[in-house]
């Protein structure tokens, strides 16, 4: 008996359909004359008098797109917030955003003009120092806001400089190569004050102990040793809020010390008591424009 099998029914290529472009449910005006769609492909239909009303850069009533989308670089979560201070409604909750959400709509807000949301969200970028203050500095220096500037720079003053450079303009670049010299410049002063230091000896007899202890700062060799080394992890450190707290430790005794008239406890107090008040004592980095 001879079978006669049929192999997999194929459906006409007409019969399948294309997916509809999804459409921002907030964003969906019955009386929209422009869509624009995000980069992660949704469309926003919005009106046109409201753009022209709120904003400075998009398309006003004499630019006709013909009824095309115009599509643009920003996410939809980005331009759901952006567009939010266009329309007539309740401005959005910008305290909830992430930093990474709230820097997209303040880079929007500065490409679109979109002027109550600018100053929101320059004031909101405050909440998230120290830990962004690099994301900051790069947008409010590309935005010439001088006084983030100031509040963010002093928070990277132990982060990599080339790390900082790469994201400032070039009327910037020196003068934070000044500024991140003058961080340097403390911890040079106090590596110097350590080589300069007088060595305690293993051998000085128990009757001078007390007396040497009294002259001057000392140290032991395996000590300063010590010292300089801790030094060179403080200057690693890129958080300046870790370097501030490490400078305030009380330092106790080492085990490893070879000297009875060795003060390394009272000498890393003077040390890095001298640290931080030239740290403070630092000029605000407008000042080195």
Not at 76 to 96: A, G, M, N, T
Not at 220 to 238: I, R
């Amino acid at each position: 008996m001879l079978l006669i099998t049929q192999g997999p029914k194929m459906e006409p290529e007409c019969s399948v359909q294309a997916e509809k472009t999804p459409i921002h449910p907030q964003f969906n005006d019955s009386e929209a004359d422009v869509t624009f769609q995000s980069v992660d492909g949704i469309l926003f239909n919005l009106r046109r008098k409201y753009l022209e009303l709120n904003t400075g850069a998009f398309p006003g009533a004499e630019f006709d797109t013909r009824g095309e989308v115009t599509h643009l670089t920003e996410t939809s979560k980005v331009l759901e917030v952006l567009f939010r201070f266009v329309y007539p409604k309740e401005q959005p909750d910008v305290e909830e955003l992430s930093f990474i959400t709230l820097a997209g709509v303040a880079e929007a807000a500065e490409k679109y003009e979109v002027y109550a949301a600018m100053n929101i969200c320059k004031l909101q970028m405050k909440r998230f120092l120290p830990q962004d203050a690099l994301g900051i500095l790069a947008h409010a220096s590309k935005h010439d806001y001088p006084k983030l500037i100031q509040e963010a720079v002093p928070h990277l003053g132990r982060v990599s400089m080339v790390t900082v450079l790469e994201v400032l303009p070039p009327r910037y670049v020196l003068p934070f190569v000044r500024y991140h010299e003058s961080w340097n410049s403390v911890f040079e002063d106090a590596l110097k004050a350590i080589i300069e230091m007088k060595v305690a000896s293993p051998s000085n007899p128990r009757q001078h102990w007390y007396f040497e202890r009294s002259l001057k700062p000392q140290a032991c060799h395996s000590c300063m040793m010590f010292l300089v080394v801790l030094l060179q992890e403080l200057k690693a450190l890129e958080s300046v809020k870790d370097l501030k707290e490490a400078l305030s430790k009380t330092r106790p005794a080492l085990s490893s010390c070879i000297s009875p008239a060795c003060r390394y406890s009272s000498v890393c107090t003077t040390i890095f008591s001298d640290m931080k008040t030239k740290l403070e004592g630092i000029p605000p980095f407008l000042d080195f424009l």
